[in-house]
């Protein structure tokens, strides 16, 4: 095994192995580069050395000998995987409570990579490894489920959006989908099919041209009917590969709208599948919190609140609630100014009112030094605006100087 300093590898190399993170953690394979935004991530949460049997180089350089590697590996490849993905989740729950986020996060990179396997197979070969997806939808909706209130907490820059916007929302899309489908309380067998939906849902976007998907500016009405598409496309190549119906019809149907305003078919109500329906309210979520070129990206908070007004009865009323008790009104992650002057993080819902969550106060600590966390009540400390994670960060450093000043002084 070949040790590697982060800062050492060259932007975009493509390494002839598999590249690992304290040797267990999979960061990336032979077949996708090494970016400059998964160095940027591996120092914010100071990864000085990866690990690899490879060699790093160019595409052109690791190219062939990667096709050897993948041909000799077969289905052993695959069995390592989700050994690797089950030690990583062992991992997790063994992980303190301050380096859980991290520990979280490699994990939430791996899904990604897979989301982007996935995707890049179909696009160069239109096959699909459904022995993969499904074993993969089976994981991912185990770790959502263990590891929702902190997979929340992860960020995404504007950089990575516009590189791998497909990628990273076919990921989110899954995290609200089965946080949808947990507080709905479906049974296991039927949260795993979601998630291989929601894994597969924007598969059709791949026969279209990328400026729809990746525009610069709002698409005009001939786009738009273009890109509309999409989930007939999508529904056509799960039908050749022989999905489920179940799969078929609920990528097919997740932009239909209750008030029959949606496409491609313009059904109502009823008509839509639950899959579909959970789908489409994770995306509308998504899609107000993502950041684009054209619009810039709305907090939690007024997401959410967008999504409780539910203009012209578009979405069904009880997986948008299902959603706000899943992520509260002020949704984990969040950032907020408190009526005290505080600065509080949102790390979980309050299960007996989604409009209370529990925070936890930064920069400040009890008698004993412990972190101070509580539900918000109606007596006590209000949220009184919702800030960025850079917003909080600013001002907690602003206070700690002006503290230092005075104590000097």
């Known amino acids: 095994m070949n040790t590697y300093n982060v800062e050492d590898i060259a932007d975009n190399a493509y390494f002839t192995d598999t590249v690992l993170l304290d040797k267990s953690f999979i960061l990336t394979n032979a077949d996708l580069p090494f970016t400059a935004s998964l160095k940027r991530l591996l120092q ?3 990864f000085t050395k990866v690990y690899s049997q490879g060699i790093p180089g160019t595409q052109q350089d690791t ?3 990667s096709k050897t590697q993948a041909d000799s590996a077969g289905a052993a490849e695959d069995s390592d995987t989700v050994q690797s993905l089950q030690q990583q989740r062992e991992r997790i729950q063994n992980t303190s409570p301050d380096n859980c986020l991290q520990a979280v996060s ?5 899904y990604l990579v897979y989301i982007r396997d996935m995707f890049s197979l179909y696009a160069t070969h239109e ?3 459904k022995e993969r997806l499904f074993q993969t939808a089976k994981e991912l909706a185990l770790f959502i489920k263990q590891n929702k209130n902190i ?7 504007t950089k990575e959006w516009d590189k791998d916007f497909l990628v990273i929302h076919t990921m989110r899309t899954c995290i609200y989908a089965i946080s949808i489908a947990l507080q709905l ?3 296991w067998e039927k949260v795993i099919e979601l998630c291989a939906a929601c894994l597969l849902h924007e598969l059709g976007m791949l026969r279209l041209p990328p400026q729809l998907y990746l525009a610069e500016k709002a698409l005009t009405p001939k786009e738009r009917q273009h890109i509309a598409t999409h989930p007939i496309i999508t529904y056509q190549i799960l039908k050749k590969e022989k999905f489920p119906d179940v799969l078929c019809v609920a990528t097919l149907e997740h932009h239909e709208k209750e008030n029959g305003t949606g496409y491609p078919r313009k059904i109502m109500g009823e008509h839509i599948s639950l899959y579909a329906k959970i789908i489409a309210v994770a995306c509308a979520y998504e899609a107000i919190t993502t950041p684009r070129p054209y619009k810039q990206a709305r907090n939690g908070h007024e997401a959410m609140v967008e999504m409780l007004k539910n203009t012209g009865h578009q979405y069904d009323e009880t997986v948008i609630k299902a959603l706000l008790f899943s992520l509260s009104l002020y949704p984990i992650g969040s950032y907020a100014v408190m009526s005290d002057g505080t ?3 949102i790390i979980d819902v309050n299960p007996d009112n989604p409009k209370l969550p529990i925070v936890e106060i930064l920069g400040k600590t009890d008698s004993a030094g412990n972190r101070i966390t509580y539900p918000i009540n109606q007596s006590g400390p209000q949220v009184i605006r919702i800030l960025t994670k850079d917003a909080a960060a600013a001002i907690l ?3 700690q100087a002006a503290a230092q000043a005075k104590t000097s002084s």
């Open 185 to 187: 309380r479906l049974p």
């Open 343 to 345: 600065i509080a993080h």
């Open 106 to 110: 490699s994990l939430y990179n791996t």
């Open 127 to 129: 096959k699909i490894d």
């Open 63 to 65: 190219g062939a000998q």
């Open 151 to 157: 997979i929340l907490q992860i960020q995404v820059s």
């Open 397 to 399: 450093k602003k206070r």
């Open 44 to 46: 914010e949460w100071q």
